[in-house]
């Protein structure tokens, strides 16, 4: 198949996705892109492992953005008038056995959107339009985060705002997933702890 009808077809599905109200949106983005790689003779083995010292980079920039979005949520419900949503999970509000489940479930759901939007998207991207797609290939999958992310739109700009700076992390760290899947996994299952601890 040409390669323009190929990407049409996966960013139809993609749309899809992101206009059907389908259960785990994460699940299914990997999914196509999964199949996007099979597809094309690819898959999801790096031909070089990334550095390690690209983790504590994530962890420290995760741990930054957890900061500055906990300074920024009063000023923003005092702005909006609605109360910033930490976690979809409230029942993890003091209880350690609801935590571990939900602890695990954000973390797949995490590792699942960084795989989908900034290991396949991005590079798919670059691969279709690489006169200039840098800046291009990160806004959309910064674009396809906020669209796929359930929720009001300022849910869905907070997701834009965290795919973008996952996105600068991916192309800045030479295209690799572990500094921005470890900055996502330390704001969002920060978020979780916090919320467990009832400090949001």
């Known amino acids: 198949m040409p390669r323009a009808a190929w990407f049409s077809l996966e960013?139809?599905?993609?749309?899809?996705?992101?206009?059907?109200?389908?259960?785990?949106?994460?699940?299914?983005?990997?999914?196509?892109?999964?199949?996007?790689?099979?597809?094309?003779?690819r898959s999801w083995i790096a031909p070089v492992p990334a550095p390690i010292e690209l983790v504590p980079v994530g962890v420290a920039c995760g741990a930054i953005a957890l900061g500055i979005a906990l300074a920024l949520s009063s000023p923003i419900g005092a702005l909006t008038g609605r109360m910033v949503e930490w976690t979809q999970y409230a029942i993890v509000r003091g209880s350690a056995q609801y935590f571990v489940v939900v602890a695990i479930i954000v973390g797949a759901q995490a590792i699942a959107i960084e795989m989908a939007l900034r290991g396949w998207l991005i590079p798919r991207v670059l691969e279709v339009a690489p006169r200039g797609g840098v800046v291009a290939a990160a806004l959309a999958s910064a674009l396809a985060e906020a669209i796929v992310t359930p929720g009001h739109l300022a849910t869905r700009l907070g997701a834009f705002v965290l795919g973008l700076g996952g996105a600068v992390l991916f192309l800045g760290a030479g295209r690799r997933l572990a500094a921005p899947?470890?900055?996502?996994?330390?704001?969002?299952?920060?978020?979780?702890v916090l919320a467990a601890l009832r400090l949001v």
Request: with cysteine; proline share 7%.
């Open 11 to 41: 960013v139809a599905a993609l749309a899809i996705v992101a206009i059907a109200p389908v259960p785990v949106p994460a699940a299914w983005l990997l999914a196509i892109a999964s199949v996007s790689l099979w597809a094309r003779g």
């Open 181 to 192: 899947l470890a900055c996502r996994l330390t704001f969002e299952l920060g978020a979780v």
